[in-house]
């Protein structure tokens, strides 16, 4: 052997030896000065029956260990308090732990410790380094019973028969202020009676808690209020919810805590119990970022029932049987951002006699969601006051959706299909209210809806004491997007293609009660049958109720249809309709003239179509076999005047709002009818509603007229009949806002008038010889029109009261030859003479009664002959005018 190598082995030799030797004087050392020294050199003191320690690998082995802390009441340190039948360290860096004060080890195993360990006083993170962390890569504790408490002496955690193994563990102060106070890898653990308590708050209990083949298992879980509600609310006004869980049974596996991110997998909770209570308060957006994130692989909950309590202590919201299956479900930064605050892969949920209790009270049969689909099951609303909106229930409601996700942090919705199946009931609008912006920034729009169906549903919507029903509704609306309103102030909607369908169709306003039996109405068609609007109101209470001028109308038609195109739902609303066809209608209009005038300016029809606010136009319209009655009621009138208008026939084309480009705005009306049930009536009425001077012109024709005809209408107010025949009337008039003119013709035969008393009983026999002087009783074959011009327009009253006008002017001007105000002084004169023929006679005394009789005979013919002659002399041939 060659000598280096031999000295090389004497010195490994002696090296050996001299470490034996350190060792073993190493032990014989701590086991006499160890404690001496932990004493005099630490916060702790420790006693113990057996240790070992090898300096080498820095293991070490101690039995029957009682550790205290020296001075229990200084809180920069932590604190310890109890025994150890047995600890053991591997790998403990003897060198830091003895000059460093830093105790840190690879593995420690803890055999059953019964340990009061208090935590040290956090640190001013500017103030420099943390005192005294533990570091423990790995930890084990068997059979332990173990109570931590905060510096304060407040008890933070405990836990009784704890067994666990844990990879990695970290827990100090600091990491329970700031974020998670248990960080680890892996771990084993089996306990009883654990208790946390993460703040002054809540307060967690776990009755029993085991691991077995990766999973754990946890019975009673219970998260706990500290405080009674009102004391929270007074203690932490700025927080707006108190939470109350329990748990009766939780199962789970692959639970990692690591830095801020806790995640497990198919965790399992049975029954349940969320309480919430809500205090009200409006809470600050934290400007602290979430300092956590949560990942849950599969979560499975069965049974369970929620809670939340509003601040008066009645229910907000509670459900029972509650199920849910998420799958990949995620809590973190990126998802806090969205609408909804989570990420999920799939999920599904269900839940049985849920009522939610706010400004509606609504109670749910039965709920069943996941993203592709949902359905909601017998449902109710009832009020809970007067400004409530609903009072219905529904049988069933479901839907189904193509694509549910965020894009760029925006919901991104397409909905495949909407069922409402069976809605009965009520929906009450509220009342007007200023709009506000709405705040859209977190969806995508547009957002679809394909398909939305009703059936089966009778429905009353009430708007301001005007409610509308739909009975029998069925109803299939396709292709809705939905877009935010130019103001902001809503979402606008466009409709592909929809029909509705309802019968008994009903809508009540002060005065009316309109019915359908059944209406019809798709994109491009609709049809209404048996329509009619009657009042509620007698025409005597009408005439109260109002305080100006206002017609009551009385109208049923038999049917309605319209062909072609509109839009009412979106930003862009118009009508084109190519035909309208109403068959069958029924009118009486009312009017009293007993109201005050309604001052307001009157607009012709030509500005009326001009102010509609959207592009309308229709083609055709076309009123067939109708009736229109018109009554008029004055105070001096005996009963109402009549006008009767039957086999009512009108076309109307290019009816139109002047805001259809590319559109004929020229309005042109024909009108057939049979005039007072007695003679033909037809009438031609033209007008441009783009004209801003409001032109119009109208003409027509009626053939013999029996003059009789017209008595209903003027009996009742000029207290006159007529008979004899209007053979022809023509007219053509032009005219605009400020009154109208034109021609009349009127070709009549043996026309005369009665004039009667206020009662309309008793013809002045005087007063109709009079007036008939007057009247052109025939006129002739072929008579020439006459022109009637400057017949001002009432601007208070309608177009048909300015046509009436001409029609009079021109009647006026055809019938009496001389001033009407004429025959009025001649009666008077007439009567006159009378009088003074009376007051002759009186004064005649004396003279024998068959000489008053040759006086009186002779001043009768004297005044007869002489008064006429002196009024009428010899009557000319009437001029024309």
């Given at each position: 052997?060659?000598?280096?190598?031999?000295?090389?082995?004497?010195?490994?030799?002696?090296?050996?030896?001299?470490?034996?030797?350190?060792?073993?004087?190493?032990?014989?050392?701590?086991?006499?000065?160890?404690?001496?020294?932990?004493?005099?050199?630490?916060?702790?003191?420790v006693?113990?029956?057996?240790?070992?320690?090898?300096?080498?690998?820095?293991?070490?082995?101690?039995?029957?260990?009682?550790?205290?802390?020296?001075?229990?009441?200084?809180?920069?340190?932590?604190?310890?308090?109890?025994?150890i039948?047995?600890?053991?360290?591997?790998?403990?860096?003897?060198?830091?732990?003895?000059?460093?004060?830093?105790?840190?080890?690879?593995?420690?195993?803890?055999?059953?410790?019964?340990?009061?360990?208090?935590?040290?006083?956090?640190i001013?993170?500017?103030?420099?380094?943390?005192v005294?962390?533990?570091?423990?890569?790995?930890?084990?504790?068997?059979?332990?019973?173990?109570?931590?408490?905060?510096?304060?002496?407040?008890?933070?955690?405990?836990?009784?028969?704890?067994?666990?193994?844990?990879?990695?563990?970290?827990?100090?102060?600091?990491?329970?202020?700031?974020?998670?106070?248990?960080?680890f890898?892996?771990?084993?653990?089996?306990g009883?009676?654990?208790?946390?308590?993460?703040?002054?708050v809540?307060?967690?209990?776990?009755?029993?808690?085991?691991?077995?083949?990766?999973?754990?298992?946890?019975?009673?879980?219970?998260?706990?209020?500290?405080?009674?509600?009102?004391?929270?609310?007074?203690?932490?006004?700025?927080?707006?919810?108190?939470?109350?869980?329990?748990?009766?049974?939780?199962?789970?596996?692959?639970?990692?805590?690591?830095?801020?991110?806790?995640?497990?997998?198919?965790?399992?909770?049975?029954?349940?119990?969320?309480?919430?209570?809500?205090?009200?308060?409006?809470?600050?957006?934290?400007?602290?970022?979430?300092?956590?994130?949560?990942?849950?692989?599969?979560?499975?909950?069965?049974?369970?029932?929620?809670?939340?309590?509003?601040?008066?202590?009645?229910?907000?919201?509670?459900?029972?049987?509650?199920?849910?299956?998420?799958?990949?479900?995620?809590?973190?930064?990126?998802?806090?951002?969205?609408?909804?605050?989570?990420?999920?892969?799939?999920?599904?949920?269900?839940?049985?006699?849920?009522?939610?209790?706010?400004?509606?009270?609504?109670?749910?049969?039965s709920?069943?969601?996941n993203?592709?689909?949902?359905?909601?099951?017998?449902?109710?609303?009832?009020?809970?006051?007067?400004?409530?909106?609903?009072?219905?229930?529904?049988?069933h409601?479901?839907?189904?959706?193509?694509?549910?996700?965020?894009?760029?942090?925006?919901?991104?919705?397409?909905?495949?299909?909407?069922?409402?199946?069976?809605?009965?009931?009520?929906i009450?609008?509220?009342?007007?209210?200023?709009?506000?912006?709405?705040?859209?920034?977190?969806?995508?729009?547009?957002?679809?809806?394909?398909?939305?169906?009703?059936?089966?549903?009778?429905?009353?919507?009430?708007?301001?004491?005007?409610?509308?029903?739909?009975?029998?509704?069925?109803?299939?609306?396709?292709?809705?997007?939905?877009?935010?309103?130019a103001?902001?102030?809503?979402?606008?909607?466009?409709?592909?293609?929809?029909?509705?369908?309802?019968?008994?169709?009903?809508?009540?306003?002060?005065?009316?009660?309109?019915?359908?039996?059944?209406?019809?109405?798709?994109?491009?068609?609709?049809?209404?049958?048996?329509?009619?609007?009657?009042?509620?109101?007698?025409?005597?209470?009408?005439?109260?109720?109002?305080?100006?001028?206002?017609?009551?109308?009385?109208?049923?038609?038999?049917?309605?249809?319209i062909?072609?195109?509109?839009?009412?739902?979106?930003?862009?609303?118009?009508?084109?309709?190519?035909?309208?066809?109403?068959?069958?209608?029924?009118?009486?209009?009312?009017?009293s003239?007993?109201?005050?005038?309604?001052?307001?300016?009157?607009?012709?029809?030509?500005?009326?179509?001009?102010?509609?606010?959207?592009?309308?136009?229709?083609?055709?319209?076309?009123?067939?076999?109708?009736?229109l009655?018109?009554?008029?009621?004055?105070?001096?009138?005996?009963?109402?005047?009549k006008?009767?208008?039957?086999?009512?026939?009108?076309?109307?084309?290019?009816?139109?709002?002047?805001?259809?480009?590319?559109?004929?705005?020229?309005?042109?009306?024909?009108?057939?009818?049979?005039?007072?049930?007695?003679a033909?009536?037809?009438?031609?009425?033209?007008?441009?509603?783009?004209?801003?001077?409001?032109?119009?012109?109208?003409?027509?024709?009626?053939?013999?007229?029996?003059?009789?005809?017209?008595?209903?209408?003027?009996?009742?107010?000029?207290?006159?009949?007529?008979t004899?025949?209007?053979?022809?009337?023509?007219?053509?008039?032009?005219?605009?806002?400020?009154?109208?003119?034109?021609?009349?013709?009127?070709?009549?035969?043996?026309?005369?008038?009665?004039?009667?008393?206020?009662?309309?009983?008793?013809?002045?026999?005087?007063?109709?010889?009079?007036?008939?002087?007057?009247l052109?009783?025939?006129?002739?074959?072929?008579?020439?029109?006459?022109?009637?011009?400057?017949?001002?327009?009432?601007?208070?009253?309608?177009?048909?009261?300015?046509?009436?006008?001409?029609?009079?002017?021109?009647?006026?001007?055809?019938?009496?030859?001389?001033?009407?105000?004429?025959?009025?002084?001649?009666?008077?004169?007439?009567?006159?003479?009378?009088?003074?023929?009376?007051?002759?006679?009186?004064?005649?005394?004396?003279?024998?009664?068959?000489?008053?009789?040759?006086?009186?005979?002779?001043?009768?013919?004297?005044?007869?002959?002489?008064?006429?002659?002196?009024?009428?002399?010899?009557?000319?041939?009437?001029?024309?005018?």
């Amino acid at each position: 052997m060659k000598k280096w190598v031999k000295k090389s082995l004497i010195g490994l030799g002696v090296l050996a030896i001299i470490f034996l030797l350190a060792n073993f004087g190493l032990n014989i050392w701590l086991k006499t000065q160890l404690p001496k020294y932990i004493k005099n050199n630490t916060d702790y003191k420790v006693s113990y029956k057996v240790l070992d320690v090898d300096l080498g690998s820095g293991n070490i082995l101690a039995t029957g260990i009682t550790v205290n802390s020296k001075n229990p009441q200084n809180t920069n340190v932590i604190g310890l308090q109890g025994t150890i039948d047995t600890l053991k360290i591997s790998r403990l860096g003897i060198y830091d732990a003895v000059f460093n004060k830093t105790i840190s080890s690879k593995d420690l195993l803890l055999a059953n410790p019964n340990l009061n360990i208090t935590l040290a006083k956090p640190i001013d993170k500017k103030a420099g380094k943390k005192v005294n962390p533990v570091l423990f890569e790995n930890i084990r504790i068997n059979s332990g019973n173990i109570n931590i408490f905060k510096y304060n002496k407040q008890k933070f955690l405990g836990v009784k028969q704890f067994n666990l193994f844990v990879e990695n563990l970290q827990m100090t102060e600091e990491s329970v202020e700031d974020k998670l106070p248990i960080v680890f890898d892996k771990y084993d653990i089996k306990g009883k009676d654990f208790f946390f308590r993460p703040d002054a708050v809540y307060a967690l209990t776990i009755r029993k808690i085991n691991t077995a083949n990766g999973k754990m298992l946890i019975e009673d879980f219970k998260l706990i209020p500290l405080l009674s509600f009102d004391q929270f609310k007074k203690f932490y006004p700025g927080k707006n919810k108190l939470f109350k869980f329990d748990i009766q049974k939780m199962e789970f596996k692959d639970v990692v805590v690591k830095k801020n991110n806790i995640s497990l997998a198919n965790a399992n909770f049975q029954n349940p119990l969320l309480t919430v209570y809500t205090t009200g308060a409006v809470v600050k957006k934290a400007d602290k970022p979430m300092s956590f994130e949560l990942n849950l692989e599969d979560i499975k909950l069965s049974n369970g029932t929620i809670q939340v309590i509003k601040p008066d202590g009645n229910n907000l919201l509670y459900g029972q049987s509650l199920n849910l299956n998420i799958n990949k479900f995620a809590f973190n930064k990126e998802s806090s951002e969205n609408i909804i605050p989570v990420n999920y892969k799939d999920f599904n949920f269900s839940g049985k006699n849920i009522h939610y209790t706010d400004k509606q009270n609504i109670t749910v049969g039965s709920l069943a969601l996941n993203p592709k689909s949902g359905e909601i099951r017998n449902i109710v609303a009832l009020p809970t006051g007067s400004n409530t909106s609903m009072d219905l229930k529904a049988n069933h409601i479901a839907f189904n959706i193509n694509k549910w996700e965020f894009i760029d942090k925006k919901l991104n919705l397409d909905v495949k299909d909407v069922l409402v199946d069976g809605i009965h009931g009520k929906i009450k609008a509220r009342e007007a209210v200023q709009k506000k912006k709405s705040d859209f920034t977190g969806i995508q729009f547009p957002l679809v809806i394909r398909k939305v169906t009703v059936k089966n549903s009778n429905i009353i919507y009430d708007k301001g004491e005007q409610p509308l029903t739909l009975n029998d509704l069925n109803a299939t609306i396709n292709n809705i997007e939905l877009k935010p309103k130019a103001d902001q102030s809503g979402l606008g909607a466009i409709v592909k293609d929809y029909q509705l369908t309802t019968r008994n169709f009903a809508y009540k306003t002060k005065f009316y009660n309109m019915t359908v039996g059944l209406l019809k109405v798709g994109k491009n068609t609709a049809q209404v049958n048996n329509f009619a609007m009657k009042p509620l109101v007698s025409r005597a209470q009408f005439i109260k109720m109002i305080p100006v001028e206002r017609d009551l109308y009385d109208l049923k038609a038999g049917q309605v249809t319209i062909n072609g195109s509109w839009d009412l739902f979106s930003n862009n609303k118009f009508i084109n309709a190519s035909d309208v066809v109403i068959q069958s209608a029924d009118a009486n209009i009312f009017r009293s003239k007993i109201p005050n005038d309604d001052p307001k300016e009157k607009p012709l029809y030509s500005r009326l179509l001009r102010s509609i606010k959207i592009p309308m136009y229709i083609n055709n319209l076309d009123l067939k076999n109708s009736i229109l009655v018109y009554e008029e009621d004055t105070p001096e009138s005996s009963g109402p005047g009549k006008l009767t208008f039957s086999n009512f026939n009108m076309n109307v084309k290019n009816l139109n709002s002047a805001k259809f480009k590319g559109k004929p705005t020229q309005v042109q009306i024909k009108i057939d009818c049979s005039f007072m049930n007695l003679a033909p009536l037809s009438v031609n009425w033209n007008f441009n509603v783009a004209d801003q001077h409001d032109n119009f012109t109208i003409s027509g024709k009626a053939v013999n007229l029996p003059a009789q005809g017209i008595n209903p209408f003027i009996r009742p107010y000029l207290h006159i009949t007529a008979t004899g025949t209007i053979q022809e009337m023509l007219f053509n008039f032009k005219g605009n806002p400020k009154g109208l003119g034109g021609t009349f013709n009127l070709k009549h035969k043996d026309l005369k008038i009665a004039i009667l008393n206020k009662n309309n009983e008793e013809k002045k026999g005087l007063l109709t010889a009079v007036a008939n002087l007057f009247l052109k009783s025939d006129s002739g074959q072929f008579p020439d029109s006459v022109t009637v011009e400057n017949v001002e327009r009432d601007p208070t009253k309608s177009f048909f009261n300015l046509f009436w006008k001409g029609i009079q002017e021109g009647l006026k001007k055809t019938l009496i030859g001389v001033n009407t105000d004429k025959a009025k002084k001649a009666v008077k004169k007439t009567v006159s003479a009378v009088k003074d023929v009376k007051e002759s006679i009186k004064e005649i005394k004396g003279t024998t009664q068959e000489d008053k009789v040759s006086i009186q005979k002779v001043e009768e013919e004297k005044q007869k002959k002489g008064f006429l002659k002196g009024i009428f002399k010899k009557k000319e041939k009437p001029e024309k005018e």
